[in-house]
């Protein structure tokens, strides 16, 4: 009735399909071939994504090189929206508190960073796994594992 599936990945957010992109990377890497199947329960990928975020571009570079120089509108976007001011407030019921920026820990400065709506990035993400061979189907909810022969 179904086929099998060598590698799974529930969710087709930027995370899992960042996931499965890797995945089938390791996979190519080794010369082993394997299907890698990612299902999300939206209709359509990037549809329960609709929040924006600061995102440090330079990710992307490990997972998927070139990536700048691709053409994509959404690898256009990404660089020419980077965070040039940044700042961080305190608020209280009454009143707000700017904290001054030699008191942040590094990984709350952004500066240089791009902002992005997570959505698009789901969506260019999924046809970049789908170009790797991954297979993506939107609409699936898994209700829970099954597992065959203790495997």
């Known amino acids: 009735m179904f086929n099998e599936i060598d590698v799974l990945v529930v969710g087709a957010g930027p995370a899992g399909l960042a996931t499965s992109i890797q995945v089938q990377k390791q996979l190519a890497a080794e010369n082993r071939r394997a ?3 990612v299902i999300d329960k939206t209709p359509k990928i990037g549809y329960h994504s609709l929040s924006g975020a600061v995102f440090e571009p330079a990710c992307l570079d490990d997972l998927l090189p070139g990536w700048r120089s691709d053409g994509t509108d959404f690898s256009t ?10 700042s961080i407030h305190y608020l209280t ?4 508190f700017r904290v001054p920026g030699l008191l942040l820990p590094s990984g709350m400065k952004h500066h240089d960073d791009s902002t992005m709506f997570l959505g698009q990035m789901a969506q260019w993400l999924a046809s970049k796994a789908a170009a790797r061979g991954v297979e993506i189907y939107p609409g699936f909810t898994a ?5 065959e022969d203790n495997a």
Do not use: M, N, Y
């Not at 976007?77 to 940044?86: A, I, S």
């Not at 019921?93 to 707000?96: G, K, L, N």
């Not at 209700?143 to 597992?147: G, L, Q």
């Open 143 to 147: 209700a829970k594992a099954i597992i």
């Open 93 to 96: 019921r009454r009143r707000q």
């Open 35 to 37: 299907s890698v199947v």
């Open 77 to 86: 976007k990404l660089q020419k929206q980077t965070v040039t001011r940044e």
